[in-house]
């Protein structure tokens, strides 16, 4: 993933990366809602309803394309 979004009352707010690959929002807001996620090639995939839960690996149901 190059890049992980949140939606907000406002639009998309880019989360920043951490230096050990994680995206995090430092006060938890806007968590809970829409996400996008973008490839390194600049595919965007957007999925709704992934309630945040922390040290649990939650699946999306979209899937990159091939490249």
């Keep these: ?7 907000t009352a406002d639009g ?3 989360l ?5 690959d994680y995206f995090l929002s430092a006060d938890g ?4 809602g829409a996400i996008t996620i973008t490839d390194i090639y600049g ?3 957007t999925n709704t ?3 945040p839960r ?3 690996v939650q699946p999306t149901g ?4 091939r490249q």
């Design 49 to 51: 309803g992934i309630e």
């Design 1 to 7: 993933m190059a890049a992980l979004e949140v939606r």
């Design 43 to 45: 595919e965007r995939l």
């Design 62 to 65: 979209v899937q990159f394309s």
């Design 29 to 32: 807001s806007e968590c809970g």
């Design 12 to 14: 998309w707010r880019q």
């Design 16 to 20: 920043p990366r951490t230096d050990y």
């Design 54 to 56: 922390p040290n649990i």
